[in-house]
């Protein structure tokens, strides 16, 4: 976070660069710094802190695993079915946007 805060900073040291510019290229970039969850192997499930990733069965074809995410709390995430990858993108997305409210943003 540090290295790309430092390289916001470099890119806006010209003269005529306002702050409140500065202070936008930040919280643009805060999203980004944002790390992806690290998951844990369960029996036809993914675990990690707050979120549960379940195998919900087969695609309509029958060749591929669905995937659908959950809070702890039980709660469906939305878009969140599909693919392993779909569903840690959805909790993925979901947990950014719940951080950046965290900051008022």
Do not use: C
């Amino acid at each position: 976070m540090r290295d790309k805060l430092a390289e916001i900073l470099e890119n806006s040291t010209d003269a005529d660069h306002e702050m409140l510019s500065t202070a936008d290229a930040i919280i643009a970039a805060l999203p980004g710094m944002i790390k992806p969850l690290d998951w844990v192997q369960g029996e036809s499930m993914i675990f990690a802190v707050g979120y549960t990733i379940r195998d919900v069965g087969l695609t309509g074809s029958g060749h591929e695993k669905m995937w659908a995410a959950y809070a702890d709390n039980g709660k469906h995430i939305p878009s969140s079915t599909g693919s392993m990858g779909a569903a840690k993108d959805a909790v993925h997305a979901r947990r950014t946007r719940r951080i950046m409210e965290a900051f008022g943003l």
